[in-house]
């Protein structure tokens, strides 16, 4: 049992080192993009985005609103954001997430999440 | 701050939310608040519905027609009449069998330029929405199939039906277009306000042009009333005593959708009372006083709902800004029904 651990261990050192490696290529790789919602709109009504991207929902408005993914398998609800605060969120999956205010029913954009 | 975020499941990482700067936003002079209010040119209709004459003529014969309803006496008009601001000027609606129901009858004035529908937004169309009343229960009761024998078996409706969508059998979605055709022709027509947004000084009095200062500023009004509909068909909890969840049905996961209600525009609110979406406040004045106060306070309720400390005279001045919102209707002839 030991001599496995052992050799599971300096099997899956190198493995975890290549694993992080890998993630800190695809976290350089990882592009960031801000949505913007001055005057009642989402900055963009369509985003193209790679798998492990961040989209930062920033409230440059001088109101409350709501940021709803309402795509299932894909759901997120970062409740009421007064103005001036942003918050990421990384799309992991390939998807089309449909966002929307839940305050506002104006607000809507389409986020098309690809590998 | 983030208030009641729900974290997501693993497609989707939802970080922390952050203060950030952002730059303060101007205040606007009474030239561009007022400019935001202009009316629009043309009446919206969408590409999947467009206006003819003969389709809005027949869908308002439909809306006016009380053979829509299962006991024969209830048409769209009787909840929404123009000879109340196109609402039934009751605290709540009255449906099937005199049921008294659980909201006020909204009006349907400028509904073509509503985004969603309805006062908790169930209906994402105006054709989906004139369908509702007709088949729900407690409102005209009448199965669309039963609708659709009774329409066919009247023998002046084929051919109106026929001018509107040349096609050989009356069908559901047919009745839907009509009748939200006719809806969207319902505007709110020119009031005192208009004449001043574009230009007549004299068109309203001082006190109204302060009112709609405060309107736009101090009172908070505008932040949902915006636009010459004065509504942004948001949905907001205004701490209202009502056990009625509202849009909260539809969003149970937004915790500010509980007790939410889409906002109202206000043309022609003199003439709208009662108020609220359940009718609980009988005059306007009774209205401001709520939004002075700011109502019951409940994690639901919207920030922008809070103590206002409005004077006398403000309150005063929005009032009679409200009344410059009234026209001098001209009155809504009734259709010669199809036997």
């Not at chain 2, 003199?270 to 359940?278: F, L, Q, V």
């Not at chain 2, 004045?285 to 306070?297: C, P």
Request: hydrophobic share 40%; net charge positive; aromatic share 8%.
């Amino acid at each position: 049992m030991r001599e496995f651990i052992r050799s599971t261990r300096q099997f899956t050192i190198p493995t975890i080192a290549a694993f992080l490696l890998g993630a800190a290529v695809a976290s350089a790789l990882a592009a960031e993009h801000t949505i913007r919602q001055k005057g009642k709109v989402f900055s963009a009504a369509e985003l193209a985005v790679k798998k492990g991207d961040t989209i930062v929902f920033l409230n440059d408005d001088n109101i409350t609103h709501n940021v709803l993914s309402i795509t299932a398998g894909n759901d997120f609800n970062l409740g009421a954001i007064g103005p001036g605060n942003s918050t990421p969120v990384t799309f992991t999956k390939a998807a089309v997430v449909d966002i929307i205010c839940a305050i506002h029913p104006g607000m809507k954009m389409q986020v098309k999440v690809s590998e | 701050m983030a208030v009641n975020a729900t974290r997501s499941d693993a497609n989707v990482i939802v970080g922390t939310t952050r203060a950030v700067e952002i730059p303060k936003q101007a205040d606007q002079s009474i030239d561009q608040l007022r400019a935001a209010y202009r009316r629009p040119k043309v009446i919206p209709f969408p590409k999947s519905n467009p206006y003819t004459p003969e389709k809005a003529q027949l869908g308002k014969i439909l809306y006016f027609d009380t053979r829509l309803s299962a006991a024969n006496v209830l048409s769209c008009a009787s909840c929404h009449s123009p000879a109340y601001g196109w609402g039934d000027g009751q605290p709540r609606g009255v449906g099937h069998n005199m049921r008294v129901l659980g909201r006020r009858s909204p009006t349907i004035i400028n509904a073509a330029f509503g985004l969603v529908f309805m006062w908790d937004g169930r209906a994402a169309t105006l054709e989906q929405q004139a369908l509702g009343p007709i088949q729900a229960d407690v409102e005209m009761n009448l199965p669309l199939d039963a609708l659709l024998a009774r329409l066919k078996a009247l023998p002046e409706y084929g051919p109106l039906f026929k001018a509107a969508f040349a096609e050989p059998e009356i069908t559901a979605p047919q009745i839907a277009n009509a009748i939200a055709t006719y809806e969207r022709t319902v505007v709110s027509a020119r009031a005192p306000f208009d004449a001043w947004i574009e230009g007549d000084e004299k068109a309203i009095s001082d006190t109204a042009k302060r009112g709609f200062v405060t309107f736009n500023t101090k009172g908070n009004c505008a932040n949902c009333h915006s636009g010459w509909n004065f509504t942004d068909d948001s949905f907001h909890d205004i701490g209202l005593p009502s056990e009625d969840i509202g849009r909260g049905k539809f969003l149970p996961s937004v915790v500010k959708m509980q007790y939410a209600f889409k906002t109202p525009g206000l043309r022609e609110i003199a003439r709208r009372g009662p108020y609220m979406h359940d009718g609980s406040v009988s005059t306007l004045e009774a209205v401001v006083e709520h939004y002075d106060k700011g109502g019951i306070e409940r994690p639901s309720r919207s920030e922008l709902m809070k103590p206002l400390r409005l004077s006398t005279q403000e309150k005063s001045d929005l009032l009679a800004f409200l009344n410059t919102l009234t026209s001098t209707l001209v009155p809504t002839t009734v259709p010669v029904l199809p036997r």
